[in-house]
């Protein structure tokens, strides 16, 4: 403000007055870069060249590109985004965290994530909290999934909070207000975005002095990185190395409908999927038949041990003691460990069955027997201790790099917590952690397929319902049949109103080529 006012001083004002105005030296304007580079712990934190990055010449576990919000980095608005490029820069991994001016982030991909066409980042998080092309408001869908197909790396939305405190969100039951949900967590996904996540916002509301700075959720930012690095392990692990957990449901809950799903002939789809995994270089080998697969896992050892299911580890008390985080949450509600869910008595057990690096699992019942849903509208509750420490131990016991929900659909996604926004608070969140989850979802379900994005940190592969449905009558016929049902209804006494619906019948008959042509019909005649 103050080079302007020296500049409009200068240029307009004549004679005395601008001889008595003590103006100093006019600087010449700070142009910034329309598509940059912004690093805190550079001395002008802004540059344009990869090479003056620090840190660039020695990642380890390879290079995470962040999308910022230009508005914000030339404010100095950046404490959010310092935090999440600190938190990767802990993990190991170069980051190169760039922005575009406008509401398009297609240049600042074109110009930093890819060099002569070759991909050179292995992951994308955009933390602008806004579509990857056209913004808050609307997306250009088609043009997004054309530049996330060029890059073929995993892509994570995550968002700061705009329009509601961090204090807000955390004791808001619902997480996100609609309408942050629906800007930073719907729209994204029309991209194809994943894994919407928190990382900061405004610790408190605006004032007359105006809105107070962003800062960093510590926690969920350690969430997002967490899930960065499983990404990325992911796909730099060599497949014949890769151990990947499936899991198969009972639906509906607590039915004793072991490995069943909506619209989806679960074994036989598994034992494709297995023979899959085996022909693109995983270690497994899977059985000859759907029916030795079935019978695998759901008898088995069961009648050893007394049990729904082929048991595939145990977890003693102790160890589950030992290990679970969120233990007095499950002991408030199910009792002492292990439980009876699921239990002997003195240990949990883990349904399922093992081929080579891939492990087929049970996932535990809802908990009420009788009353599943239970679980979904009371906020303070928690799930048994079997399921807790059936998603324990695919993470941390058998190493999982990926899980794989299998069919329409499991209890996961509907743990008590918040709706969109989680915190660790949530048990969706606690339970599936940083694990990478992909979803097998039915097409003709999207509402609760969205649940399992936003709750579970899903990435859904949908597949088609059967093409089979009850004939019934259709085109003219549904007309036709409307009409004789309506004249059915009328009082034999209506000689008009008979009349009249029998000449409609007439010429909806003729029309379907069900009666040849002939005398008009009266209501005597019929």
């Given at each position: 403000?103050?080079?302007?006012?020296?500049?409009?001083?200068?240029?307009?004002?004549?004679?005395?007055?601008?001889?008595?105005?003590?103006?100093?030296?006019?600087?010449?304007?700070?142009?910034?870069?329309?598509?940059?580079?912004?690093?805190?712990?550079?001395?002008?934190?802004?540059?344009?060249?990869?090479?003056?990055?620090?840190?660039?010449?020695?990642?380890?576990?390879?290079?995470?590109?962040?999308?910022?919000?230009?508005?914000?980095?030339?404010?100095?608005?950046?404490?959010?985004?310092?935090?999440?490029?600190?938190?990767?820069?802990?993990?190991?991994?170069?980051?190169?965290?760039?922005?575009?001016?406008?509401?398009?982030?297609?240049?600042?991909?074109?110009?930093?994530?890819?060099?002569?066409?070759?991909?050179?980042?292995?992951?994308?998080?955009?933390?602008?909290?806004?579509?990857?092309?056209?913004?808050?408001?609307?997306?250009?869908?088609?043009?997004?999934?054309?530049?996330?197909?060029?890059?073929?790396?995993?892509?994570?939305?995550?968002?700061?909070?705009?329009?509601?405190?961090l204090d807000q969100w955390r004791t808001e039951d619902r997480g996100l207000l609609p309408l942050e949900a629906t800007m930073m967590v719907a729209i994204p996904e029309l991209d194809g975005a994943t894994g919407p996540t928190v990382f900061g916002g405004r610790q408190g509301v605006e004032t007359s002095d105006g809105p107070s700075n962003m800062i960093a959720d510590p926690e969920r930012i350690g969430m997002l990185a967490d899930r960065v690095e499983k990404?990325?392990?992911?796909?730099?692990?060599?497949?014949?190395?890769?151990?990947?957990?499936?899991?198969?449901?009972?639906?509906?809950?607590?039915?004793?409908?072991?490995?069943?799903?909506?619209?989806?002939?679960?074994?036989?789809?598994?034992?494709?999927?297995?023979?899959?995994?085996?022909?693109?270089?995983?270690?497994?080998?899977?059985?000859?038949?759907?029916?030795?697969?079935?019978?695998?896992?759901?008898?088995?050892?069961?009648?050893?041990?007394?049990?729904?299911?082929?048991?595939?580890?145990?977890?003693?008390?102790?160890?589950?003691?030992?290990?679970?985080?969120?233990?007095?949450?499950?002991?408030?509600?199910?009792?002492?460990?292990?439980?009876?869910?699921q239990s002997d008595g003195n240990s949990i057990f883990v349904f399922g069955k093992q081929y080579g690096n891939v492990f087929v699992g049970v996932q535990p019942a809802f908990g009420y027997e009788g009353d599943p849903m239970r679980l979904l509208f009371e906020k303070n509750f928690a799930p048994t201790h079997a399921f807790s420490a059936f998603y324990r131990y695919l993470r941390s016991d058998f190493g999982a790099h990926a899980v794989v929900h299998f069919?329409?659909?499991?209890?996961?996604?509907?743990?008590?917590?918040?709706?969109?926004?989680?915190?660790?608070?949530?048990?969706?969140?606690?339970?599936?952690?940083?694990?990478?989850?992909?979803?097998?979802?039915?097409?003709?379900?999207?509402?609760?397929?969205?649940?399992?994005?936003?709750?579970?940190?899903?990435?859904?592969?949908?597949?088609?319902?059967?093409?089979?449905?009850?004939?019934?009558?259709?085109?003219?016929?549904?007309?036709?049949?409307?009409?004789?049902?309506?004249?059915?209804?009328?009082?034999?006494?209506?000689?008009?109103?008979?009349?009249?619906?029998?000449?409609?019948?007439?010429?909806?008959?003729?029309?379907?080529?069900?009666?040849?042509?002939?005398?008009?019909?009266?209501?005597?005649?019929?």
């Amino acid at each position: 403000l103050r080079n302007m006012i020296y500049l409009l001083v200068d240029k307009y004002f004549r004679g005395e007055q601008k001889e008595s105005w003590s103006a100093g030296s006019i600087e010449l304007p700070e142009i910034y870069p329309d598509i940059g580079l912004y690093h805190p712990r550079m001395e002008n934190s802004i540059v344009e060249e990869i090479r003056q990055l620090p840190g660039a010449k020695s990642p380890t576990k390879g290079t995470v590109g962040l999308l910022l919000m230009r508005s914000y980095v030339l404010s100095g608005d950046t404490a959010h985004f310092d935090g999440v490029i600190d938190a990767l820069e802990q993990r190991g991994f170069k980051v190169v965290p760039a922005f575009a001016s406008g509401l398009d982030s297609r240049p600042a991909i074109d110009k930093y994530f890819l060099k002569n066409d070759q991909v050179c980042v292995d992951a994308v998080v955009s933390l602008t909290g806004f579509s990857l092309v056209g913004g808050p408001a609307y997306n250009e869908a088609q043009a997004a999934q054309e530049t996330l197909q060029k890059l073929d790396v995993p892509y994570i939305a995550a968002h700061a909070l705009e329009f509601q405190s961090l204090d807000q969100w955390r004791t808001e039951d619902r997480g996100l207000l609609p309408l942050e949900a629906t800007m930073m967590v719907a729209i994204p996904e029309l991209d194809g975005a994943t894994g919407p996540t928190v990382f900061g916002g405004r610790q408190g509301v605006e004032t007359s002095d105006g809105p107070s700075n962003m800062i960093a959720d510590p926690e969920r930012i350690g969430m997002l990185a967490d899930r960065v690095e499983k990404l990325i392990a992911l796909r730099e692990t060599p497949v014949e190395d890769r151990k990947i957990a499936i899991v198969l449901f009972n639906f509906p809950p607590n039915s004793g409908n072991t490995g069943t799903a909506a619209h989806l002939s679960v074994f036989k789809s598994l034992l494709n999927c297995l023979n899959a995994l085996q022909q693109a270089g995983y270690s497994l080998s899977p059985p000859d038949n759907e029916e030795t697969l079935k019978s695998d896992i759901i008898d088995g050892n069961a009648e050893q041990f007394g049990t729904d299911c082929n048991v595939h580890h145990s977890i003693s008390a102790d160890d589950h003691i030992r290990h679970e985080t969120w233990l007095s949450d499950i002991e408030a509600q199910w009792g002492t460990a292990p439980g009876r869910h699921q239990s002997d008595g003195n240990s949990i057990f883990v349904f399922g069955k093992q081929y080579g690096n891939v492990f087929v699992g049970v996932q535990p019942a809802f908990g009420y027997e009788g009353d599943p849903m239970r679980l979904l509208f009371e906020k303070n509750f928690a799930p048994t201790h079997a399921f807790s420490a059936f998603y324990r131990y695919l993470r941390s016991d058998f190493g999982a790099h990926a899980v794989v929900h299998f069919g329409t659909h499991g209890a996961l996604e509907f743990m008590p917590g918040k709706q969109t926004g989680l915190t660790n608070e949530c048990w969706p969140d606690r339970l599936i952690s940083d694990l990478p989850n992909f979803y097998v979802y039915a097409a003709n379900n999207p509402s609760e397929g969205i649940i399992a994005k936003r709750r579970a940190a899903a990435t859904t592969i949908t597949y088609l319902t059967p093409p089979v449905t009850q004939a019934g009558l259709y085109k003219g016929l549904l007309d036709l049949k409307s009409t004789i049902d309506r004249w059915r209804t009328v009082a034999p006494d209506s000689g008009e109103e008979l009349n009249r619906l029998a000449s409609v019948i007439q010429s909806q008959a003729l029309e379907l080529e069900l009666v040849s042509d002939g005398p008009a019909w009266n209501a005597e005649s019929t």
